[in-house]
């Protein structure tokens, strides 16, 4: 190597194997130290196979490069030798990779599963847009002195919906490592990887390969027909769960396995939170925790096997579809006249789509954390939180999860701490609205003299199974003296409408009229209610500057407007004694 490429001043060889270099050098534009990975090929290697190696080479830096994910290197760009080879420009990592780590014997549970999560995240991010790494090992995870992981060696990922270089019939990877199809020399797809992230954790839990042996072709009879010991052979600390998760990783038959790296995730997490029985961390940090709540949906809930017989008569009022009349939305909320509020947060699979550099599921949680933080700050009265919201938060899929176990206030949602949302499976909204209508059935008797409740729906697809709306219009005919229930929706689209959003902060929002782009924003539009003024001019103060004609229907195609749709959730007159 030179002791200069364009703006690298080279330092010294920091790592090289069997086709490839790795230098440390110096970026003198930048001022900063960056990895260049060199494609070094012997004399002997000519022709095909030499264009070949060099494709590959080549694909690396674009695979890796449309990445941008904090569990993935980076790649700054490409550089060309003086010989005309390509060269790629990373940055550089200071720390251990995996199989460092490993060689001195199994890991610690906890450090393991820390690795593990990382991992998930970084496969789903790449799998979101369409790279499937096919050669996940412990050499190509690179743990930081931080304790991060970055996954790194792209060279046989797939893009898929491209065409590839390896025909079918053609073994490329890592043998102890690749799943069945892959060995087969099959078409693989995003569950090759799912396979060897499974490896990894048998691997780091245990310090043994499952499929070690003393020759390849043993190896790759392993991997294609034997079931591996179990895990406490090695070991006799180890959670019964992780087997489980093991086992179907590992499935011979890909159908079988997780269908996506957060799901792996979630059954990893729900595991540790069902056994441990722990409480969630007092703070407003994530928690590794799993939303794996029972699903509540259940039909058997009436309005007469809810509603006291005593409290019945009083609220009539309250309930009857043509006796109420809309409030002016001026009840404050206090602790004694907590305002309820519902969320219901779709958490189907196409949530581990990019929002910008984060996945849609990270946006809203984060988005979610800043609401509630902004509540607390709206409840906090002399050093002490009070009560002033009341919290349900629902995340559903095929089914709905009661995050919380129940309505709960706000001074708990801090002691409790925000849990961490695993995307699933379909978008059952209509299951959704239902599980909301009967926590209203259940609630509104007790918020007489309290501020209307809201329920702030999140999605970023049209429904599955039932129509939801029909549900929303028995929603919006309850309420209480303050007004009828206001329904918000947060709509995650690239196609809310023609014209993007450039700042949220003069933006005028949606209203009756306005033009939307898809079937499914104009049907969200009419489950939509329409923004009470002093919701508005609460939101004004923040400011914003929506129209006094505005409803609550809201666009997310950015974090700043997801931001504002949660803001809106929070915006309930609040007592200041």
């Known amino acids: 190597m030179n002791e200069r490429i364009g703006r690298y001043r080279i330092l010294n060889e920091i790592g090289r194997g069997a086709m490839g270099c790795v230098w440390l050098a110096f970026d003198e534009v930048i001022q900063r130290n960056v990895a260049i990975k060199e494609l070094v090929l012997d004399q002997g290697v000519k022709g095909e196979k030499r264009k070949e190696a060099i494709e590959r080479f080549k694909r690396e830096a674009q695979a890796a490069g449309s990445l941008s994910h904090p569990n993935i290197v980076v790649i700054y760009g490409v550089e060309e030798s003086e010989e005309g080879m390509p060269l790629i420009v990373m940055e550089y990592l200071e720390g251990m990779t995996l199989s460092d780590m490993i060689r001195s014997g199994p890991l610690r549970v906890g450090r393991a599963m820390n690795i593990c999560y990382q991992l998930c995240d970084a496969l789903a991010y790449a799998h979101s847009r369409g790279v499937v790494h096919r050669d996940v090992k412990p050499d190509n995870l690179f743990i930081l002195q931080d304790g991060r992981l970055k996954m790194t060696d792209f060279g046989i990922a797939r893009v898929m919906g491209k065409s590839t270089m390896t025909s079918i019939g053609t073994i490329i990877g890592t043998p102890g490592y690749m799943s069945p199809e892959q060995i087969r020399g099959d078409d693989v797809d995003w569950r090759t990887d799912i396979f060897s992230s499974g490896v990894l954790m048998y691997e780091m839990l245990t310090g043994v390969n499952p499929f070690d042996a003393d020759t390849l072709d043993s190896i790759i009879y392993k991997v294609v027909h ?92 309250s309930w009857g579809k043509e006796e109420l009349k809309p409030g002016g939305y001026q009840k404050l909320a206090s602790s004694e006249t907590p305002a309820l509020i519902i969320y219901l947060i779709d958490i189907s699979a196409s949530m581990v789509q990019p929002l910008g550099a ?56 801090l002691e409790r701490g925000i849990p961490r949302l695993t995307p699933m499976f379909t978008t059952e909204t209509a299951k959704a609205f239902e599980v909301a209508e009967q926590i209203l059935l259940q609630e509104l008797p007790k918020l007489d003299n309290s501020p209307a409740p809201l ?29 009828k229930v206001l329904v918000e929706n947060i709509y995650i689209s690239d196609n809310f409408t023609d014209e993007k959003v450039e700042n949220t902060k003069t933006w005028r929002g949606v209203d009756r009229n306005s033009v939307l782009s898809t079937k499914y924003a104009n049907k969200l539009k009419s489950m939509s209610s329409d923004i009470p003024e ?44």
């Open 226 to 317: 034997e079931t591996p010991p179990p895990m406490d052979k090695y070991r006799s600390d180890l959670p019964p769960h992780l087997q489980l998760v093991f086992d179907r990783a590992c499935a011979k038959n890909r159908q079988i396995r997780f269908q996506n790296a957060l799901e792996m995730k979630r059954d990893i997490e729900a595991g540790f939170m069902m056994s441990a029985k722990r409480k969630p961390a007092a703070s407003l940090q994530y928690s590794q925790q799993a939303v794996n709540a029972p699903p509540i949906f259940d039909r058997s809930v009436s309005r007469e096997s809810v509603i006291p017989k005593e409290e019945k008569a009083k609220s009539l009022k």
């Open 455 to 483: 329920i702030c729906h999140l999605t970023d697809g049209e429904y599955t199974g039932g129509d939801p709306e029909p549900i929303v219009r028995r929603i919006m005919d309850m309420g209480n003296d303050d007004g």
């Open 358 to 413: 984060k996945l849609r599921i990270e946006v809203v949680t984060e988005c979610l954390e800043l609401t509630f933080r902004q509540m607390i700050f709206r409840s906090t009265k002399g050093g002490s939180v009070l009560p002033r919201y009341r919290i349900a938060l629902l995340a559903y899929s095929d089914q709905v999860y009661d995050v919380y176990g129940g309505v709960v206030g706000i001074d708990e949602v």
């Open 534 to 577: 002093s919701y508005r001019l609460i939101m004004m103060e923040h400011g914003f500057n929506l129209k006094q004609n505005a409803i609550m229907l809201f666009p997310g195609e950015t974090a700043d407007l997801l931001a504002m749709g949660f803001q809106m959730s929070a915006a309930t007159p609040i007592s200041t004694s």
